[in-house]
T-cell receptor, first 114, second 111 residues
Framework: EPEVTQTPSHQVTQMGQEVILRCVPI?????FYWYRQILGQKVEFLVS????????KSEIFDDQFSVERPDGSNFTLKIRSTKLEDSAMYFC????????????FGNGTRLTVT | GQQLNQSPQSMFIQEGEDVSMNCTSS?????WLWYKQEPGEGPVLLIA?????ELTSNGRLTAQFGITRKDSFLNISASIPSDVGIYFC???????????FGKGNQVVVIP
């Protein structure tokens, strides 16, 4: 059973549309992450989020992306205007933010941009 | 940035054989993690390593944190069909909270 729940499991959208991917951590952790995995490739870091703020982001995480935790529970990733190359698996993850805290992933959302 | 080289990229093995794979980094890491990913699922943590030289087992899996802090290996002993999947190494260097991932090793077990 994954320690984070992600919805939807699969989303299909048209290029230029906005999408919101959701993550619900089961336990009350403070550190959350979004990673993505383009089909057949490795997992790539997008952003880390701590105490309701972005703590670190990668070069992939440009102005089209945003994250928030609107109600103190759900953790969302928004892509403002999707591009074809945004098609990927998006994984939410969480840990305790300490050096000896392993990262646990959700089952992911498969985003398909047409 | 953190660069990881994982090898091999794929393996076809007979059921019952042992499997060994490794990962090297361009920088010194303070954490090595090994994950397994099956189709349609997220990576599942297999073993976490936090100290140089640390050797940790999880059932038939054994992983070690290299003493140079720039490498790690994962062994699977007596492979079984359900060992099929993609195995990823991941690590953090000092001062980074983000995990860097290797490209993965696709393991196929032939019954």
């Amino acid at each position: 059973e994954p320690e984070v729940t992600q919805t939807p499991s699969h989303q299909v959208t048209q290029m230029g549309q906005e999408v919101i991917l959701r993550c619900v951590p089961i336990s009350n952790h403070l550190y959350f992450y979004w990673y993505r995995q383009i089909l057949g490739q490795k997992v790539e870091f997008l952003v880390s989020f701590y105490n309701n703020e972005i703590s670190e982001k990668s070069e992939i995480f440009d102005d089209q992306f945003s994250v928030e935790r609107p109600d103190g529970s759900n953790f969302t990733l928004k892509i403002r205007s999707t591009k074809l190359e945004d098609s990927a698996m998006y994984f939410c993850a969480r840990d305790r933010g300490r050096d000896n805290s392993p990262l646990h992933f959700g089952n992911g959302t498969r985003l398909t941009v047409t | 940035g953190q660069q990881l080289n994982q090898s091999p990229q794929s393996m076809f093995i007979q059921e019952g054989e042992d499997v060994s794979m490794n990962c090297t980094s361009s920088s010194i890491f303070n954490t090595w993690l090994w994950y397994k990913q099956e189709p349609g699922e997220g990576p599942v943590l297999l073993i976490a390593l936090y100290k140089a030289g640390e050797l940790t087992s999880n059932g038939r899996l054994t992983a070690q944190f290299g003493i140079t802090r720039k490498d790690s290996f994962l062994n699977i002993s007596a492979s079984i069909p359900s060992d099929v999947g993609i195995y990823f190494c991941a690590g953090r260097d000092y001062g980074n909270n983000r995990l860097a991932f290797g490209k993965g090793n696709q393991v196929v077990v032939i019954p």
